[in-house]
């Protein structure tokens, strides 16, 4: 294939994919700029779950029947589409899981309680999303390890060299998110990364908001673990997936036990645990879900992740411009690299009251902590607006939405 030179987007044909985006909400127009908490989802992604509960649903891999073959073969696909999506190495690196929460799970109590004692050092970044803390703070309870936490400056940059600083021989793993979902900050993964290596450290890096708005290839960037959810990249709810390098995941014991992740189950001579990666999926998996994952990032792929990417930061900068004109508006997170995400907060008015007010306008936009309170709490703030958008926004729904915030800031002022 050639490079995508044309970065043109087709933006009628995109959101003629999303039927949601047709309906009106309180009278008016939907103007959806919610994407970092969940995407919409395209047809091709709907029809993919309507599909497998109407010709295929069967339980997979123990069958051996006609339809769990074809349940298996669709499952077992799109193990390989997320390898080649996020360019690792071979199929087996990839975990499927409910999401980015459930694999940061696997990995704090499958590799952590493998390979973490006291004293032992867990460095965390200070913009991660709770479900990159509260795994290890829940380790550090148990096992008595000890968190780090990498600070930030005012523009919403992670500190390189107070990170540096706090790498040392105790350090065992660094959490760290790709792209912030409360700043939109874009953090330079491969650097960290090279740093964490040199001092033995292993790296886990939270993809849930790159999946969605970049390439990412976890071989370039030499991300030991790398998670993201299927929801926010235009999947269903339910699935997500875990990378995790092959040596990595061999060495590890399983988390939960159950059926699917065994090679032979004997009380007398003991079990015997399944080949990476059905050693980490014990029970049924969420397999419709999982497909049409596949069937997401399909749509993804055929539009093209640069033009994607390409028109969401187009997007980014205009709606910064027009928001930075709005009187008493001050955008939380400046980070010279950043992704579609504006947080802020505005004097004399509530982010929740803006919030309520403003979808009554028919714009739906997030209000509240985005479950990193920490990074907020930094900032002075215990809440912001949050717009986050999506390749299906256009330039005319960010000016209605500037407007509609105009009106709403007019009535509470
Ligand atoms: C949404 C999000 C999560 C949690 O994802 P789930 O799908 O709820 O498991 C974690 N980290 C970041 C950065 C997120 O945006």
């Not at 947080?343 to 902590?369: C, E, K, M, P, Y």
Request: aromatic share 6%.
């Amino acid at each position: 294939m050639t490079a995508i030179t044309d970065l043109t987007l087709d933006l009628a044909a995109v959101r003629r994919d999303f039927p949601i985006l047709d309906r009106e909400v309180h009278g008016q127009p939907l103007i959806y700029l919610d994407n970092a908490a969940t995407s919409q989802t395209p047809v091709a992604v709907i029809d993919s779950l309507s599909d497998y509960y109407r010709r295929y649903n069967a339980n997979i891999h123990r069958g051996l029947h006609t339809l769990a073959d074809e349940a298996t073969a669709a499952f077992e696909g799109v193990r390989s589409k997320v390898q080649r999506h996020l360019n690792a190495f071979e199929p087996r690196e990839i975990v499927f899981t409910r999401g980015t929460t459930e694999a940061i799970n696997l990995v704090a109590n499958s590799w952590g309680r493998a390979n973490l004692k006291a004293g032992d050092e867990v460095v965390v970044s200070l913009m991660e999303h709770h479900s990159n803390i509260v795994p290890w703070q829940l380790l550090e309870r148990e096992l008595g390890i000890a968190i780090k936490v990498i600070p930030v400056d005012a523009r919403g940059v992670l500190d390189q060299d107070a990170y540096r600083g706090m790498l040392g021989e105790r350090t065992k793993l660094v959490c760290v998110n790709h792209i912030s979902n409360a700043l939109g900050t874009i953090n330079p993964i491969a650097e960290m990364a090279r740093d964490a290596h040199a001092c033995g450290a292993r790296i886990l890096v939270d993809g849930a908001q790159a999946v969605p708005h970049q390439a990412v290839d976890v071989q370039a960037l030499d991300a030991d673990f790398y998670a993201f959810s299927g929801h926010k990249v235009y999947g269903p709810m339910g699935a997500g997936a875990l990378y995790g390098k092959a040596s990595l995941l061999e060495s590890m014991p399983p988390w939960q036990g159950g059926g699917e992740m065994i090679s032979r189950v004997s009380f007398e001579r003991g079990t015997e645990f399944a080949a990476v990666p059905h050693r980490f999926e014990a029970g049924t998996p969420s397999v419709a879900d999982v497909i049409a994952m596949g069937a997401a990032l399909d749509w993804v792929n055929a539009l093209g992740i640069e033009r994607l990417s390409a028109w969401e930061q187009w997007l980014l900068d205009h709606a910064t411009q027009e928001l930075e004109q709005v009187d008493g508006l001050r955008i939380i997170g400046t980070a010279p690299q950043k992704a579609g995400v504006i947080s802020f907060v505005v004097d004399g008015a509530h982010s929740q009251d803006i919030g309520l007010l403003i979808d009554q306008l028919g714009v739906a936009i997030r209000t509240g902590h985005h479950c990193a309170q920490p990074v907020l709490n930094h900032f002075g703030v215990e809440a912001t607006c949050r717009a986050s958008l999506a390749v299906y926004n256009t330039p005319e729904e960010v000016d209605a939405f500037v407007e509609a915030l105009r009106r709403v800031l007019g009535m509470l002022r």
